[in-house]
């Protein structure tokens, strides 16, 4: 059974930082792009950032400079560094992991508040 386990979210002051992780279980990591999603209320969700098995990054032109992903393959987890966090950021973030070879195999996390509020 798959899972994707979000951990780190919560409320922030704007102008502050959060620490995103997220621990998968299930699939072989290494054979995994994975990714942060976002999706605000009223709106689509869209991407944030994804991060290859090698460690090649993309990042969403509204968070270059001020959000990082990584991952640990040795921990099967990813994870999203926020900094310069803005109100309109407010969301629900979520990890996603998508097979390097089959598109057919994407999974989802449940999900993890994130709120940027003075």
């Known amino acids: 059974q798959v899972q994707l386990v979000e951990s780190g979210g919560g409320l922030v002051q704007p102008g502050g930082s959060l620490r995103l992780s997220c621990a998968a279980s299930?699939?072989?990591?290494?054979?995994?792009?994975m990714g942060w999603y976002r999706q605000a209320p009223g709106k689509q969700r869209e991407l944030v950032a994804t991060?290859?098995?090698?460690?090649?990054?993309m990042s969403a032109d509204s968070v270059k400079g001020r959000f990082t992903v990584s991952r640990d393959n040795a921990k099967n987890t990813v994870y999203l560094q926020m900094n310069s966090l803005k109100p309109e950021e407010t969301a629900v973030y979520y990890c996603?992991?998508?097979?390097?070879?089959?598109?057919?195999?994407?999974?989802w996390g449940q999900g993890t508040q994130v709120t940027v509020s003075s």
């Open positions: 991060i290859t098995p090698g460690g090649i990054t």
């Open positions: 996603n992991a998508r097979h390097v070879r089959y598109d057919n195999n994407v999974y």
């Open positions: 299930g699939i072989v990591f290494s054979a995994y792009v």
